[in-house]
């Protein structure tokens, strides 16, 4: 019976050895020369004294962006998201604000404000980087910039119109989310080419928004804080689409990541004469059909031998031609081969199974068989002591769409808005009331209280009393005080647990 089953499984394994010998064939899916093209986008805010110009602060938020332009020259032109830029939008395009006062260390001071960009190509080398005029629109999300002059620290990505035919294709997201750089793993970061993440999933399908008219790319491939404005790439290394965000239903945990659909931001590509490589697929079919055919006709013709005159004689058994059998039944013949020689062996391992489990002759002590062993239980070595407890700062959502979401809270600024390539509690795109990058949060260990500031929103911040924070001033809290952002359906609460 035992030898039955041998057989049988030897054959299905054999048979699945003919079944992927069609696979050989299957080209390789992501590639590594696809990530040369991405990048990390930052919009950096410089805050400076009125007076004497010094920088006394600086904040960043980051996303990602990847680079256009044609084969095999260094590319000046790269793509992103709006979102991704929108402070530089807002705040003056990279232009002094007017002075305002704000709180700075032991004092309130007189400051200006101003937004760069800037494209980093490791954790220390950057080019600053500018919108192009008129080829950026907030509903549609996409965003077209430029350098100075081209880099050769990037390769240029083709772009390849997304088409129906496409649905459940493999796609992969390629850029620089901000989880990858979490206090878990605790990774040495750079921004550099090795430091980007790649996720994969398929294409789930084409649609149009019908608020926004912006034709979307749907896929199962995850997209995180952070890759917003990196390029949705499919097996042909093709940029599709650019990724810009992860709709949640809080209800059922349900998710859906959405690209912008390429054909967007090639509309702002051909205003400005921007110009790009786009991937033909019909022409690269024929390529590849005319290399075959090279193929073939470069094969080498032995030429037929010149006729000799013989007496005659009975015509011999004709002999197959060689080359006579096609690849395909050689394969097949090699395969039965291993078949047998796998069965041989197969009998060959029963028989001598067969004999060791032969009963021993009397007079030998037969040979113990091993039980299975029991489950051991191992004591500490030492007693486990309980540890005291641990209070974790943190700030709690009570906004209904955030169904109770508590993130900690640091010295370091926890942003709170409708940017999520900033903000760490982002709100949906347009709740009411909510900035893209609306106030910050930290605690201050030494004063056991947390600090609120509000980084000047147009609506406003307010403490659970209803006054309204003066923008740039950080605001003591104490755990289980209560602000909200804008109006109070939008209210967090600080707590220490």
């Not at 709006?82 to 006062?101: A, L, Q, R, S």
């Not at 850029?175 to 979490?182: E, I, M, S």
């Not at 031998?305 to 013949?333: L, R, T």
């Amino acid at each position: 019976m035992r030898q039955k089953k041998r057989l049988l499984a030897l054959f299905a394994v054999f048979a699945l050895v003919l079944m992927a010998i069609p696979a050989i064939r299957v080209k390789a899916a992501f590639s590594e020369e696809t990530k040369k093209s991405v990048a990390v986008l930052a919009c950096y805010e410089e805050y400076a004294d009125a007076r004497t110009g010094e920088v006394v602060l600086t904040q960043y938020g980051w996303g990602s962006c990847f680079f256009i332009g044609e084969e095999g020259k260094d590319p000046q032109y790269l793509i992103s998201n709006y979102h991704v830029v929108g402070e530089y939008v807002e705040n003056g395009k990279g232009d002094w604000t007017d002075p305002f006062m704000a709180d700075i260390g032991a004092g309130r001071q007189s400051l200006v404000e101003r937004v760069t960009l800037r494209v980093y190509y490791d954790g220390s080398s950057y080019d600053e980087a500018y919108l192009l005029p008129n080829s950026y629109d907030e509903l549609q999300d996409v965003a077209v910039l430029r350098l100075d002059k081209p880099t050769s620290r990037r390769d240029p990505i083709k772009l390849q119109i997304p088409v129906n035919e496409m649905q459940g294709k493999p796609v992969y997201v390629i850029g620089f989310p901000g989880q990858a750089d979490n206090a878990i793993a605790n990774p040495i970061s750079t921004w550099s080419l090795e430091d980007a993440t790649v996720n994969s999933g398929v294409l789930s399908r084409l649609v149009t928004s019908s608020s926004t008219g912006t034709r979307l790319i749907q896929t199962d491939a995850i997209i995180q804080m952070g890759h917003s404005g990196s390029p949705l790439v499919n097996d042909d290394g093709c940029a599709i689409g650019i990724n810009t965000k992860t709709v949640q239903n809080w209800m059922t945990g349900e998710e859906a990541n959405y690209a912008v659909n390429i054909e967007e931001v090639m509309t702002y590509l051909n205003m400005n004469n921007v110009k790009y490589d786009l991937f033909d697929p019909s022409a690269a079919a024929a390529s590849e059909e005319e290399e075959e055919a090279e193929t073939v006709e470069e094969e080498p013709q032995q030429a037929a031998p010149a006729p000799v005159e013989q007496p005659a004689e009975p015509a011999p058994e004709p002999e197959p031609e060689k080359g006579g059998f096609p690849i395909w039944v050689i394969g097949v013949i090699a395969v039965i081969v291993i078949v047998i020689i796998g069965l041989v062996l197969a009998l060959t391992l029963g028989k001598k199974s067969a004999q060791s489990n032969v009963m021993p002759q009397q007079g030998m002590p037969p040979v113990p068989q091993p039980m299975p062993a029991a489950p051991k239980t191992v004591a500490p070595s030492s007693p486990i002591k309980k540890t005291e407890a641990i209070h974790t700062p943190s700030v709690r959502s009570l906004a209904v769409q955030h169904h109770g979401k508590t993130v900690t809270v640091t010295d370091k600024p926890l942003l709170i808005g409708r940017d999520p390539s900033a903000c760490q509690i982002v709100f949906d795109e347009g709740t009411p009331g909510v900035s893209g990058r609306h106030c910050q949060l930290t605690y201050d260990k030494a004063t056991n209280e947390f600090l609120l500031t509000d980084l000047r929103s147009s609506y406003g911040t307010f403490l659970a009393n209803g006054q309204k924070l003066d923008a740039g001033v950080a605001y003591h809290m104490k755990a289980g005080d209560s602000f909200y952002l804008g109006e109070q359906a939008n209210s967090m609460r600080v707590e220490i647990k």
